[in-house]
C-alpha cells in the first residue's frame, strides 16, 4: 500500500498504549451497556433484516417496506417498496409526539445574534419553504443547490427539499465560483438558494456574486432564492432571482409531506476524490434516515434535554447527518453556530457551551489542535461544566490532543469518542460507544450495528491482528451511498472494483487483538485538510490551467493544526516566471482557500518513472523536510530529487 501521508502523526498513534475507561457517573447513566453492545452487534450481523426492520419501524411509513434489503452487487435498495419522507419524520413526527414546543435549533450568529425554532416553528417554515419552490416550478427528482452561510435557512432548505422529494447538493460557502458552477452542471440544477452574503470574522463574504457568476455557466439554472442575511442589497436579476422572505411570506404553511420510495434520491454531495472532477455522493431517503436516526441515538448517548452541538459546516457530511437529519429525526435540541471559532477571539466556542448549556459537542481534530494552542486559560474562564460527552471526526486525533479535550474541555468527566466514517458511508462506521467501551486515544474503535469492517490487502487476503492494510467493509449498510452522480461505472470501480466483493474505504488502517480499529489516513491521492478532502489531482488541475505553470505535482504535508496541508512542486511555462501569490490567488479563486499551497517548490523538473508517473512519495519526503528514503532506481533522472531537496520552497 502507499504510505499514509502523515507519518509522523502515525508513529505517535501506534505508540500509544494508553486505555480510558468510560467515567463512572456516564457509564451508570448510558443507555447502551457492554454486553447490551455485543448482544445487537451480534444480531445486527446474524439476522440483519430482524435487526434493522426494528430500527426502521420506530421511525413512521407511509407504505410499509416488503423487503428489507435486495442486494445485487454493488447495488443496494433498503426497506424496498416502503414509501416515507425524511422531513416528515423528523419534523411532523415530533410535533404529533408532543414535542412541537420543544426546541430544534438554537441558532447563533457570529455577531451574537440568538434564533430559536421550536419543532413546530421548524415545521412551519419548511412547510413554507417546500410550497415557494414548487411556485417556482421545482419538481419531485429535480435537484436544488445550496450555497449558504450557516444560517437556519440552510437546514430550512434541505428539509423542504426532502419534503417535496427534491433532491439537493449543498455546496460549501467557502468554494469558489468555478466549483459551484461545475457541481451545479454535473448535476443539472434547476434552483440554486443562496444568501445575499456570509459573516465570517467580521467581515462578509459575498456569496451573491459568486452565485450570479456561476448561474451565468450553467444552463439548467431557471431561478435563485437568496436568503438575506447581511442585508447588503446585491442586485437581483429581475424573473430569476427572489428573496427568500418574500417567497416565503406569499406561500401558504400547509403543506403535506410527499410520501417517497424508500430509495428515492434525497441528496448529492460532492467530495474529492483520487482522479479527476469531485464525485457526487448520492444518498437515498430510507436508508439514510435509518443510519443516522440510529447512530445519533447509539453513539451520542442521546437524551431528552440534550443541546446537541455538532460544530461542521451543512457544506459537509457531518453537517448534514449531525446537524441536520440525525438529532431532528431523534427530537433533539441542536445548536448551530454560524462562524470561525476565533471570533471575536479564541474562546467563542467556549463562549457558546456556557451560554446555551451545551451538554455534547462533536467537532474536528484540527479544531481541537488549533484550540488547545491557545493554551489552557482561555477554556478556564467559561463554565464548561454542561458538557457531558465530547466527540470528534473527519481525521485521525492524535493522542495529545485527545487527552487535552478529555481533561481541559471534559474535566475528566465526559468521554470523548472518535467516530470514523465517510461522506459515502451517510453515518458513523466506526467508534466506541461512549458508556460501553473503553477508549483507546487515537484508534477509532469498534464497528457499530451492522457493520462489518476487515483489513484486508489489495488482492483481499483478510489480514490478523496488528497488520497494517486497507480498509474495507464487508457488507451492505442502510445509509451506503448509492452510486455516483451520473457516474455508475466510477461507483463501481472506486468502491467495489478495487478488491472484489467488499467496500474500499480509501483508508488504510489496522485493528488490534481486541477489535479497535486505528485508522491511519487516505491511500490513495487524497489530502485531508483540516478534516477536508481534497484531491491533489483537482489542485493540480488548477495550477496548470495558470498561464506561468506547465506542469504540476501536489502532495501533503504534516501540519500541527490542519492535519496536512498542501504543498505544490510546479513547473514553469517556457520563459515565465511563477509568481507565487498570484498562483494561491489563483487556485483559491479557483477551488476555495482550503486548496491553497502553503508551500510552492519552483522546479525544473518533477521526479518521474520512466513511464511518465510522477513518483509522489518522493515530493512527500521533500515537502516534509526528510532525507529521500526508498527505491530511486526507477526514475528517469535520479538526480531531480537532489535538485528538488536544495531548491527552496516559497
Ligand atoms: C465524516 C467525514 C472521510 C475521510 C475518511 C478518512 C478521514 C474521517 C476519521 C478519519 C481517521 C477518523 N476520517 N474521520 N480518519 N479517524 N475518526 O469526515 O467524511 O469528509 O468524506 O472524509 O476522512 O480518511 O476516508 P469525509
Same mark, same amino acid.
Given at each position: 500500500m502507499t504510505h499514509p501521508t502523515s507519518s509522523d502523526h502515525i508513529d505517535n498513534v501506534l505508540h500509544e498504549t494508553r486505555v480510558i475507561q468510560p467515567p463512572a457517573d456516564f457509564a451508570a447513566q448510558a443507555q447502551v451497556t457492554r454486553e447490551e453492545y455485543d448482544r445487537r452487534y451480534r444480531q445486527s450481523l446474524d439476522d440483519p433484516?430482524?435487526?434493522?426492520?426494528?430500527?426502521?419501524?420506530?421511525?413512521?411509513?407511509?407504505?410499509?417496506?416488503?423487503?428489507?434489503?435486495?442486494?445485487?452487487?454493488?447495488?443496494?435498495?433498503?426497506?424496498?417498496?416502503?414509501?416515507? /419522507?425524511? !422531513?416528515?419524520?423528523? &419534523?411532523?413526527?415530533?410535533?404529533? #409526539?408532543?414535542?412541537?414546543?420543544? #426546541?430544534?435549533?438554537?441558532?447563533? +450568529?457570529?455577531?451574537?445574534?440568538?434564533?430559536?425554532?421550536?419543532?413546530?416553528?421548524?415545521?412551519?417554515?419548511?412547510?413554507?419553504? !417546500?410550497?415557494?419552490?414548487?411556485?417556482?416550478?421545482?419538481?419531485?427528482?429535480? #435537484?436544488?443547490?445550496?450555497?449558504?452561510?450557516?444560517?437556519?435557512?440552510?437546514? =430550512?432548505?434541505?428539509?423542504?427539499?426532502?419534503? =417535496?422529494?427534491?433532491?439537493?447538493?449543498?455546496?460549501?460557502? +467557502?468554494?469558489?465560483? %468555478? @466549483?459551484?458552477?461545475?457541481?451545479? /452542471?454535473? !448535476?443539472? %440544477?434547476?434552483?440554486? =438558494?443562496? !444568501?445575499?452574503? +456570509?459573516?465570517?470574522?467580521?467581515?462578509?463574504?459575498? &456569496?451573491?456574486?459568486?452565485?450570479?457568476?456561476? @448561474?451565468?455557466?450553467?444552463?439548467?439554472?431557471?431561478h435563485m432564492l437568496v436568503v438575506n442575511r447581511a442585508g447588503s442589497n446585491p442586485p437581483m436579476q429581475p424573473g430569476r432571482d427572489v428573496w427568500w422572505h418574500e417567497a416565503l411570506a406569499a406561500a401558504s404553511d400547509e403543506h403535506e409531506a410527499m410520501p417517497l420510495d424508500s430509495e428515492h434520491p434525497l441528496f448529492v454531495l460532492y467530495t474529492s476524490g483520487s482522479t479527476g472532477k469531485p464525485k457526487g455522493v448520492l444518498h437515498t431517503t430510507g436508508g439514510y434516515m435509518v443510519g443516522t436516526y440510529l447512530t445519533t441515538d447509539?453513539?451520542?448517548?442521546?437524551?431528552?434535554?440534550?443541546?446537541?452541538?455538532?460544530?461542521?459546516?451543512?457544506?459537509?457530511?457531518?453537517?448534514?447527518?449531525? %446537524?441536520?437529519?440525525?438529532?431532528?429525526? *431523534?427530537?433533539?435540541?441542536?445548536?448551530?453556530?454560524?462562524?470561525?471559532? *476565533?471570533?471575536?477571539?479564541?474562546?467563542?466556542?467556549?463562549? =457558546?457551551?456556557?451560554?446555551?448549556?451545551?451538554?455534547?459537542?462533536?467537532? @474536528?481534530p484540527t479544531a481541537i489542535r488549533a484550540l488547545m494552542r491557545q493554551g489552557d486559560a482561555i477554556p478556564a474562564q467559561y463554565d464548561l461544566s454542561s458538557l457531558r460527552l465530547l466527540g470528534s471526526v473527519g481525521e485521525p486525533i492524535n493522542p495529545e490532543a485527545w487527552m487535552w479535550y478529555a481533561r481541559v474541555i471534559g474535566g475528566d468527566r465526559c468521554p470523548v469518542i472518535d467516530t470514523w466514517w465517510q461522506t459515502e458511508t451517510g453515518s458513523i462506521m466506526l467508534t466506541t460507544l461512549p458508556g460501553a467501551h473503553p477508549a483507546k486515544p487515537g484508534s477509532a474503535g469498534l464497528p457499530m450495528y451492522g457493520i462489518e469492517p476487515a483489513i484486508m490487502t489489495r488482492a483481499g487476503e483478510e489480514l490478523g491482528p496488528n497488520d497494517g492494510g486497507l480498509l474495507v467493509i464487508k457488507r451492505p449498510w442502510p445509509s451506503m451511498l448509492r452510486t455516483v452522480y451520473g457516474d455508475d461505472e466510477r461507483y463501481r470501480k472506486t468502491y467495489w472494483g478495487e478488491i472484489p466483493h467488499v467496500y474500499f474505504a480509501g483508508d488504510g488502517a489496522r485493528r488490534d487483538a481486541d477489535g479497535y480499529i486505528t485508522v491511519m489516513g487516505r491511500v490513495d491521492d487524497v489530502l485531508n485538510v483540516s478534516g477536508h478532502r481534497l484531491g491533489t489531482m483537482e489542485i493540480e488541475s488548477a495550477l496548470v490551467a495558470h498561464p506561468s505553470v506547465a506542469e504540476a505535482a501536489v502532495v501533503g504535508r504534516p501540519d500541527d493544526i490542519k492535519g496536512e496541508c498542501v504543498v505544490a512542486f510546479v513547473l514553469p511555462q517556457g520563459e515565465q516566471t511563477v509568481d507565487p501569490a498570484a498562483l494561491r490567488a489563483y487556485v483559491t479563486r479557483e477551488i476555495g482557500a482550503l486548496a491553497r499551497p502553503d508551500a510552492i517548490y519552483i522546479a525544473d523538473a518533477l521526479p518521474k518513472t520512466r513511464s511518465g508517473k510522477i513518483m509522489r512519495r518522493f515530493l512527500r519526503q521533500i515537502a516534509a523536510g526528510r532525507a529521500i528514503e526508498g527505491d530511486t532506481s526507477t526514475l528517469e533522472d535520479p538526480g531531480v530529487l537532489d535538485r528538488l531537496a536544495e531548491t527552496p520552497a516559497v
Open positions: 433484516d430482524t435487526f434493522w426492520a426494528e430500527v426502521a419501524g420506530e421511525l413512521t411509513w407511509m407504505t410499509p417496506w416488503e423487503q428489507v434489503l435486495d442486494w445485487q452487487e454493488p447495488h443496494a435498495r433498503w426497506f424496498v417498496g416502503g414509501q416515507t /419522507n425524511i !422531513a416528515y419524520n423528523a &419534523l411532523d413526527r415530533q410535533v404529533e #409526539r408532543g414535542l412541537g414546543g420543544k #426546541r430544534a435549533f438554537v441558532w447563533e +450568529g457570529e455577531d451574537g445574534e440568538v434564533r430559536t425554532f421550536t419543532y413546530a416553528e421548524l415545521l412551519r417554515e419548511v412547510k413554507q419553504a !417546500a410550497n415557494a419552490m414548487l411556485a417556482l416550478g421545482v419538481q419531485t427528482g429535480d #435537484r436544488v443547490t445550496l450555497y449558504l452561510p450557516l444560517v437556519p435557512e440552510a437546514a =430550512i432548505a434541505m428539509l423542504a427539499c426532502a419534503r =417535496i422529494g427534491a433532491v439537493h447538493s449543498v455546496v460549501f460557502g +467557502g468554494f469558489s465560483v %468555478s @466549483a459551484l458552477s461545475d457541481r451545479m /452542471n454535473d !448535476a443539472a %440544477s434547476k434552483l440554486l =438558494i443562496t !444568501a445575499d452574503a +456570509g459573516l465570517r470574522r467580521g467581515g462578509l463574504v459575498n &456569496l451573491k456574486a459568486n452565485a450570479d457568476e456561476a @448561474a451565468g455557466k450553467t444552463p439548467t439554472l431557471e447509539t453513539v451520542f448517548d442521546l437524551k431528552d434535554d440534550d443541546v446537541f452541538w455538532c460544530t461542521a459546516d451543512v457544506g459537509w457530511v457531518t453537517g448534514h447527518s449531525y %446537524s441536520v437529519y440525525g438529532p431532528l429525526l *431523534n427530537g433533539a435540541t441542536v445548536m448551530l453556530y454560524e462562524g470561525a471559532p *476565533n471570533h471575536p477571539d479564541w474562546g467563542r466556542f467556549w463562549a =457558546i457551551v456556557q451560554k446555551h448549556r451545551v451538554t455534547i459537542l462533536y467537532t @474536528a
